[in-house]
Structure formats: structure tokens, C-alpha cells
């Protein structure tokens, strides 16, 4: 029995090594989330640029025609020819007028926001704030598939994705 006494003392201060050992690396693995969390608040930050326009209680001219008065935008046509019809809800082809500015998935996403909120999107600003959220989530998007996907360092990444969230050519698009 004193053999193993000994042996148990003896063995106490490498478990006691390793026991701190596992809590420094938990202790560093919690640190490193905390460093590399500025990383995803940059993107965010540089989004929120775009909040102040959340409170405009009044539609703009592009906003009124694409969304409010666009049978595509309220969801009202098949999906099949809303897929043939330009951002203002124009066919392509026939003779009518249109610019040819072919956005299905951001009339897709507008028809969406008038099935969600029950076709009561009367007021701009739930749309504004789905609008900014979603910028928001594209910007993060851009910083993971940098960083992950090509393999760009962090610090690269997230100045591109607050490059990317910032820019003034988003802005009709988050407006």
C-alpha cells in the first residue's frame, strides 16, 4: 500500500501539469474567439451605415414603382413570368418598354417580404430593414467566403467585407 501511496504522490504534480495545461488552452481557445470577434464586428458596424434610412417614413420614386406599384414585387404572377419580366415588372419581349435590368432574385425577395407580412407592406420601413439585415448577412457571407473559401488572411477579408458593406453603390440596393 505505501508503494502506491508513493507512486500516486508521485504522479500528483504531472496530473496537476496537465490539468493546467488543459485550462490554458481552453483559456487561450477563449481569448482567440475573443480576438477574432472584431473580425465579424467590422462587416456589421459598416451595414449599420445603413439604419438611419430604416426611419424614412416616405417611398422614393425607384422604391414606389419596383415595389409598391409591381404586380411581380407583391407576388401576383407566376413565377414562370416573373422570370420573363425586367426589375420593374416589364415583360422582356414584346414590344413594351423596358431597360432590360433583369433582378429576379431581388423581386423574388420583395415578393417574399409582401407573403410575409400578409401583402400590408404599405409603409417602407419593414423593407428597409429586411433590405439592411440581408446586406448585413451578404457582408458576413463575403468575409467567410474570403476567409475560408480562398483562403485570404483575416485581416484582408474583413477590410474587403467592410469594403463591400460601406460602399456607396449598395446604397439604392439597401435603400
Not at 407576388?75 to 420593374?88: A, S
Not at 432590360?100 to 415578393?111: N, Q, W
Amino acid at each position: 500500500m505505501t508503494d502506491a501511496l508513493c507512486k500516486e504522490q508521485a504522479a500528483a504534480p504531472a496530473l496537476a501539469a496537465k490539468r493546467s495545461l488543459r485550462l490554458a488552452s481552453g483559456l487561450t481557445a477563449q481569448l482567440r474567439v475573443v480576438r477574432d470577434s472584431w473580425v465579424w464586428v467590422l462587416p456589421l458596424l459598416c451595414s449599420g451605415l445603413f439604419l438611419p434610412c430604416v426611419t424614412y417614413s416616405e417611398w422614393y420614386i425607384d422604391e414606389l414603382f419596383a415595389v409598391l406599384r409591381n404586380a411581380d414585387a407583391r407576388g401576383e404572377v407566376e413565377f414562370r413570368q416573373l422570370l420573363t419580366h425586367d426589375f420593374w415588372g416589364n415583360p422582356l419581349q414584346g414590344g413594351s418598354w423596358t431597360h432590360k435590368s433583369y433582378r429576379p432574385i431581388c423581386v423574388l425577395s420583395f415578393a417574399w417580404q409582401f407573403w410575409l407580412l400578409g401583402g400590408d407592406l404599405f409603409r417602407p420601413q419593414p423593407l428597409r430593414a429586411f433590405n439592411v439585415a440581408l446586406h448585413a448577412a451578404n457582408s458576413l457571407l463575403l468575409l467567410q467566403l474570403l476567409r475560408r473559401g480562398l483562403g485570404i488572411s483575416q485581416c484582408w477579408s474583413c477590410m474587403a467585407a467592410c469594403l463591400f458593406a460601406a460602399h456607396p453603390v449598395h446604397t439604392e440596393n439597401v435603400v
